[in-house]
């Protein structure tokens, strides 16, 4: 049995951790199933981001007319386009593996828990007083064998579709839909209900369906029923809510209807650690589970399923694991954004949320027509939407749609984290006419409103 003084099972954000105790002089493992790097490089954020890139240029050119300019598109090299993103990820195992020292030791196969101390490997055991669990989540299950979900996209080889079909309505599916729409595939997104993206803010929900539903062609409280694969061809019955049907055909079928927990091979049987009803590992305010010496961070925990919120995990349990910190990690805040045409970012609660909870709040919606920028883009559905505590003037939440919301959103989250009070937004020294600036009279409105609400 081979002992190490951390053993870390997941090499996606956890690889940070292994690097950070491979140069503090520990003997570390490092146990991967897949590619280093996890799902962001190899199969999601990145990869998903450098292809809207090139939907982004798409887009601009087909909407030119809004600036008076007559343009059009010859072609579109989708090949090239999956091309370069296929090379970039085909480097991302070989770019993690060097960020290692001699101290750290790579392991590839699925780990799992012998006992709460001692892990299996391919034939081999290891064992160590300190074990950190980051397996992250997986995608649902597609509802057809030769359905995608969103790791089959990355890397995207051999012939790529002309058509394709996507089912869900969160983030994932919205951003791909809007990618392939862009680049020319025929695109067709279904959703089991009228919410998209419903777990955003109502008001900005509705700017978002009115806009993108521009872009994308979506059946709304539709189904896919009777779904056959034959000829490299799907064909379904598309089922309406109202009772209407119709028939429906597409190259490709994908599946983005949430991810899940993805702990079910660590065999957490053979260990006194706990999961919730969904799955994920239990755990306190200091990552540990209900197993001495196990720890859980990311997504396996099923709390922030956001990349930065992993990565800001991982760097805190560095400290408690190498630099002896006693501190809790606390989240402030936890913001998210949307990267679609238009684009989302937000923070904090939702309005409906606010009042479900209770909790005392006004709101303002100020467009962005008084920066120049913002007006040189010459679209008029941009938003930011503030939700306030009017007894202190702390900002509970902000919600932005428009281009470069999840840029802009920085400059609230700084506020937020420092000193939390909206007044510093309103009272700070803008750049003008930069595109920053729309958030200076989001701000004086925001302000203003409390101040009437206190009168």
């Not at 190899?42 to 998903?48: E, F, I, L, Q, T």
């Not at 050119?61 to 090299?77: L, M, V």
């Not at 290692?100 to 101390?117: A, L, Q």
């Not at 081999?124 to 089959?152: F, N, R």
Request: glycine share 6%; hydrophobic share 35%; net charge neutral.
């Amino acid at each position: 049995m081979k002992k190490f003084d951390l053993i870390i099972i997941g090499a996606g954000r956890a690889s940070n951790l292994a690097v950070t105790a491979g140069k503090a002089g520990k003997k570390v493992a490092i146990i991967e199933k897949s590619t280093l790097g996890g799902t962001c490089p190899n199969r999601g954020c990145v990869p998903s981001k450098l292809l809207l890139g090139f939907s982004h240029v798409a887009n601009a050119i087909k909407e030119s007319n809004r600036h008076f300019i007559d343009a059009s598109i010859n072609k579109i090299d989708i090949n090239k386009i999956f091309q370069e993103t296929n090379e970039y990820i085909s480097k991302i195992d070989e770019k993690y593996n060097s960020r290692f020292n001699e101290n750290v030791e790579v392991f590839k196969g699925t780990g799992s828990f012998v006992s709460n101390n001692i892990i299996q490997i391919n034939n081999e055991q290891l064992t160590a007083p300190k074990i950190v669990i980051a397996t992250g989540t997986k995608p649902i299950k597609p509802e057809h064998e030769k359905a995608w979900s969103s790791d089959d996209i990355f890397p995207l080889e051999g012939e790529i579709p002309k058509s394709i079909t996507i089912v869900g309505s969160g983030f994932i599916a919205c951003e791909l839909a809007g990618f392939f729409s862009e680049v020319g595939i025929k695109t067709t997104l279904l959703i089991r209900s009228q919410n998209i993206l419903g777990k955003e803010d109502h008001e900005i929900q509705e700017i978002f369906k009115n806009e993108f539903s521009k872009k994308v062609n979506i059946e709304f409280d539709t189904s896919a029923k009777d779904v056959e694969y034959k000829n490299k061809q799907f064909s379904m019955t598309l089922e309406n809510k109202n009772g209407t049907k119709k028939d429906h055909t597409s190259e490709a079928l994908l599946y983005a209807i949430g991810r899940e927990s993805n702990t079910s091979s660590l065999k957490l049987e053979n260990t006194s650690i706990e999961t919730d009803d969904r799955g994920y590992i239990k755990r306190n305010e200091f990552f540990e589970t209900t197993a001495k010496g196990v720890y859980v961070v990311g997504d396996a925990a099923g709390v922030y399923m956001l990349q930065h919120a992993a990565a800001y995990e991982v760097n805190h349990l560095s400290k408690i694991l190498l630099e002896d910190c006693k501190e809790p990690l606390s989240f402030k805040y936890m913001p998210h954004a949307v990267f679609t045409e238009p684009e989302i970012a937000s923070v904090g609660i939702s309005e409906q949320e606010a009042k479900k909870q209770n909790i005392e709040h006004i709101t303002t919606t100020t467009n962005w027509l008084a920066s120049a920028k913002a007006m040189s883009t010459r679209l008029k559905y941009p938003v930011t939407k503030f939700i306030v505590n009017p007894k202190n003037y702390e900002i509970l939440a902000c919600h932005m749609i428009g281009p470069e919301s999840s840029t802009m959103m920085h400059q609230v989250l700084t506020v937020m984290h420092i000193n939390n009070d909206i007044r510093h937004l309103k009272e700070m020294l803008y750049i003008h006419p930069a595109m920053s600036e729309a958030l200076l009279p989001a701000a004086v409105e925001a302000v203003k409103a409390i101040e009437n609400y206190n009168k």
